[in-house]
Nanobody
Framework: QLQLTESGGGLVQPGDSATLTCVGT????????MAWFRQAPGLEREFVAA????????YYSDSARGRFTISRDNTKNTLYLEMNSLKPEDTAIYYC????????????????WGQGTQVTVSA
């Protein structure tokens, strides 16, 4: 069983940057492809970005591409999401997810989930 724990959320102003962190425990972290998802109030959870276990390949949603960067450090069992030029519409609970295989494109879901971290973008 892979356990995932997110952190780094909070209240930020429009145009600011923030970095989310997801730490994995319980299994070999590098063996999993990882992704970030988010869920805004009243909306379904949506895919944000994904990355292979080796970091060789990554994929972004249209809303994230160019502003967000997904990365990982397998020596620290940690996944990151660097978010720049944040907008009020980025307000959501952000979740990290894991699968034992990577696909290039929007992920419909994940096999393992963290509990989520709230990001609120507001002046």
């Amino acid at each position: 069983q892979l356990q995932l724990t997110e952190s780094g959320g909070g209240l930020v102003q429009p145009g600011d940057s923030a970095t989310l962190t997801c730490v994995g425990t319980g299994r070999t972290f590098r063996g999993y492809a990882m992704a970030w998802f988010r869920q805004a109030p009243g909306l379904e959870r949506e895919f944000v970005a994904a990355i292979t276990g080796s970091s060789r390949e990554s994929y972004y949603s249209d809303s994230a591409r160019g502003r967000f960067t997904i990365s990982r450090d397998n020596t620290k069992n940690t996944l990151y999401l660097e978010m720049n030029s944040l907008k009020p519409e980025d307000t959501a609970i952000y979740y990290c997810g894991a699968r034992n295989y990577y696909t290039s494109g929007t992920w419909p879901g994940a096999d393992y989930w963290g509990q989520g971290t709230q990001v609120t973008v507001s002046a």
